[in-house]
């Protein structure tokens, strides 16, 4: 069975206060053993908070990560952060090609695919994100431009590389807005990414777990469990509200148990 992942995208939110609130919680749930160990829960704060969070976490179910990284493992690059440095923050995952990195930093395939392999050099767990905007969407060529993504990330990391990570499909269009995928157009959207995986190597694509994410909340993340090829769910705003995020985990560890 694929790895079910709720990954919680802080984005640029959060203080050492939400940092404290959310590993009392989940330091509390341990404790209890109200965690379940079906569900690899993934927090990305802002790298600034990864370490506190990492450590506040250690003997949890949970895993911490940061939201990017840089190409190079080390080097005159003011601003920027190594693989290795949110290991040695404690965090073992990360994400690639964020839409809003596409956008704002205008970070092309070429070098997401880069990112995702300089993660895997530092023994991160990366999640290559994807998606169309409203206009591909509108024009009918959604499938067309994330098969594309997709496709040209591979050829620099390779079928085989990109099993040690994830993929996510973030539609930027349901990103932030309230109005999300219905898990019909996200079910479409990550068969067919399975199946262009399939194409290379039909074990790594049923392997791969493939995260949904754009304004997923406790209330209608059932229903994308529901589907068969939706693995995980990437999660932005309802990640900054620790209850939110923990009704979020459970009602996913309660899908994943009636699959
Ligand atoms: P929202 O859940 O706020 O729509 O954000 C989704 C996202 O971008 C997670 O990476």
């Known amino acids: ?4 992942v709720v990954a919680g995208n802080w984005k640029m939110h959060g203080t050492r206060q939400l940092v404290a609130e959310f590993v009392q919680k989940f330091i509390d749930r341990q404790q209890l053993g109200a965690e379940p160990s079906q569900v690899q829960t993934v927090i990305l704060p802002p790298v600034g908070f990864l370490a ?4 506040g976490l250690r003997g949890t179910h949970l895993a911490t990560g940061a939201q990017d990284l840089h190409t190079h493992s080390k080097g005159a690059f003011t601003g920027e952060t190594a693989g290795s440095m949110i290991r040695d923050l ?3 995952w990360v994400l690639t090609g964020h839409s809003e990195r596409r956008q704002y930093q205008k970070e092309t395939d070429r070098q997401i695919a880069n990112k995702f392999v300089a993660a895997l050099d530092a023994d991160l767990c990366p999640i290559l994100c994807v998606g169309e905007n409203l206009e591909d969407r509108e024009a009918g060529r959604a499938e067309q431009v994330v ?3 997709l496709n040209t990330a591979l050829q620099t990391i390779g079928i085989k590389r990109l099993a040690a990570g994830c993929v996510a499909y973030e539609p930027v269009w349901a990103i932030g807005t309230g109005q999300t995928a219905t898990p019909d157009q996200a079910q479409q959207m990550h068969h067919s990414i399975r199946a262009a995986l399939g ?5 790594v694509a049923q392997a791969m777990s493939i995260l949904y994410g754009g304004s997923v909340n406790e209330k209608n993340v059932e229903a994308f469990f529901k589907r068969r090829d939706i693995d995980g769910v990437l999660i932005g705003g309802a990640s900054l509200n620790v209850e939110q995020f923990v009704m979020i985990v459970d009602v996913v560890a309660a899908a994943v148990a009636s699959r």
């Open 52 to 55: 506190e969070l990492s450590d």
């Open 147 to 149: 098969t594309a993504q």
């Open 1 to 4: 069975m694929r790895q079910a």
């Open 90 to 92: 404690g965090g073992s």
């Open 199 to 203: 194409v290379l190597d039909e074990s």
